[in-house]
């Protein structure tokens, strides 16, 4: 079976299953380096593919001064991709070269995140009146206050907005599921809809999704990591912080265990497949954290 055939079918299949755009992206550059370095051994069918191909272009990779985990983001998307052969039936079990293949070895990295301080000072920078200043502060309200992904919220329809929760509809894997919302949050909700539905009447083309662009587009991944980077930028969040959408679902894991919600219920809200993803936030918990919460619970204080 030709590869480049077998690739585009499997880029369709991901397409078809409305995964983000960053997932995309990461999906197409992913199995493009791998058939070019194929090409180049000029293999171009399944059945010539084994194991050692795929850590020779990981080898080659970390010559170049990649990170093992950027390395082993692409061994991800080629498992993803011959599991999904496999599935289909292009390819037996036993034969799949990217399962005998073993990730390398990584650091643990600590991701810093936004400060109780500099989440206020985001919330409060788009402080205006009109659609794009109330649209921009209810998204950052609820990156914080709920921990959903970027693509989650933009695929957001304003029914999904029930009285005590918010449903999910467009989780990782296709998964649904529920997370609450603060009073804070259903009010600054309430003044957005408001504004949204007038703006729809000015502009009756506009799209079905809950969070719309000027033009009454949905926004892409990159206009709210734009928005979020100007906020703060103005307000002045430490250079330590990578300011994403991503790190704001970090600051809301990380605040919801130092605020003493257990791990299962955290990896609920995430919309993680298992807790051991979710296991990762608690490395980024400063040891101070760690002791101010410990005296808390200390069992003799409690006695």
């Given at each position: 079976m030709c590869l480049k055939e077998l690739r585009d079918e499997f880029l369709y299949d991901c397409e078809c299953r409305h995964l983000a755009k960053g997932s995309l992206r990461n999906y197409r550059a992913s199995t493009r380096f791998l058939l070019e370095f194929l090409e180049r051994k000029?293999?171009?069918?399944?059945?010539?593919?084994?194991?050692r191909h795929l850590r020779d272009l990981m080898k080659e990779k970390q010559d170049a001064g990649n990170t093992p985990r950027y390395i082993n983001d692409l061994l991800k998307v080629w498992r993803t991709w011959f599991n999904y052969l496999v599935e289909e039936g292009y390819l037996e079990?036993?034969?799949?070269p990217a399962k005998k293949?073993?990730?390398?070895?990584?650091?643990?990295?600590?991701?810093?995140?936004?400060?109780?301080?500099?989440?206020?000072?985001?919330?409060?920078?788009?402080?205006?009146?009109?659609?794009?200043e109330v649209r921009n502060k209810?998204?950052?309200m609820l990156l914080f206050d709920t921990g959903m992904r970027c693509n989650e919220m933009i695929l957001m329809e304003p029914e999904d907005i029930k009285p005590d929760y918010i449903l999910v509809k467009h989780g990782k894997g296709g998964k649904e599921r529920v997370v609450p919302k603060?009073?804070?949050?259903?009010k600054q909700l309430i003044k957005y809809c408001a504004l949204?539905?007038?703006?729809?009447?000015?502009?009756?083309?506009?799209?079905?999704?809950?969070?719309?662009?000027?033009?009454?587009?949905?926004?892409t991944d990159e206009a709210v990591a734009r928005m979020l980077k100007h906020a703060a930028e103005e307000v002045g969040v430490s250079s330590s912080v990578r300011v994403s959408p991503h790190t704001c679902r970090h600051t809301f894991a990380q605040m919801q265990l130092?605020?003493?919600?257990?791990?299962?219920s955290v990896s609920r809200l995430m919309g993680h497949v298992n807790i051991m993803i979710t296991q990762r936030y608690l490395l980024g918990i400063k040891d101070k954290d760690i002791v101010d919460?410990?005296?808390?619970?200390?069992?003799?204080?409690?006695?």
């Amino acid at each position: 079976m030709c590869l480049k055939e077998l690739r585009d079918e499997f880029l369709y299949d991901c397409e078809c299953r409305h995964l983000a755009k960053g997932s995309l992206r990461n999906y197409r550059a992913s199995t493009r380096f791998l058939l070019e370095f194929l090409e180049r051994k000029q293999i171009t069918e399944l059945e010539n593919v084994r194991p050692r191909h795929l850590r020779d272009l990981m080898k080659e990779k970390q010559d170049a001064g990649n990170t093992p985990r950027y390395i082993n983001d692409l061994l991800k998307v080629w498992r993803t991709w011959f599991n999904y052969l496999v599935e289909e039936g292009y390819l037996e079990e036993r034969d799949n070269p990217a399962k005998k293949v073993k990730p390398l070895r990584q650091p643990r990295t600590i991701i810093d995140t936004f400060t109780a301080a500099e989440m206020k000072r985001m919330i409060q920078f788009y402080d205006g009146k009109d659609f794009l200043e109330v649209r921009n502060k209810t998204i950052i309200m609820l990156l914080f206050d709920t921990g959903m992904r970027c693509n989650e919220m933009i695929l957001m329809e304003p029914e999904d907005i029930k009285p005590d929760y918010i449903l999910v509809k467009h989780g990782k894997g296709g998964k649904e599921r529920v997370v609450p919302k603060s009073p804070a949050l259903s009010k600054q909700l309430i003044k957005y809809c408001a504004l949204r539905d007038g703006y729809r009447k000015e502009c009756p083309t506009c799209h079905g999704n809950l969070f719309l662009s000027k033009t009454g587009k949905p926004l892409t991944d990159e206009a709210v990591a734009r928005m979020l980077k100007h906020a703060a930028e103005e307000v002045g969040v430490s250079s330590s912080v990578r300011v994403s959408p991503h790190t704001c679902r970090h600051t809301f894991a990380q605040m919801q265990l130092k605020n003493g919600l257990d791990l299962y219920s955290v990896s609920r809200l995430m919309g993680h497949v298992n807790i051991m993803i979710t296991q990762r936030y608690l490395l980024g918990i400063k040891d101070k954290d760690i002791v101010d919460r410990g005296t808390q619970t200390s069992p003799l204080m409690n006695l």
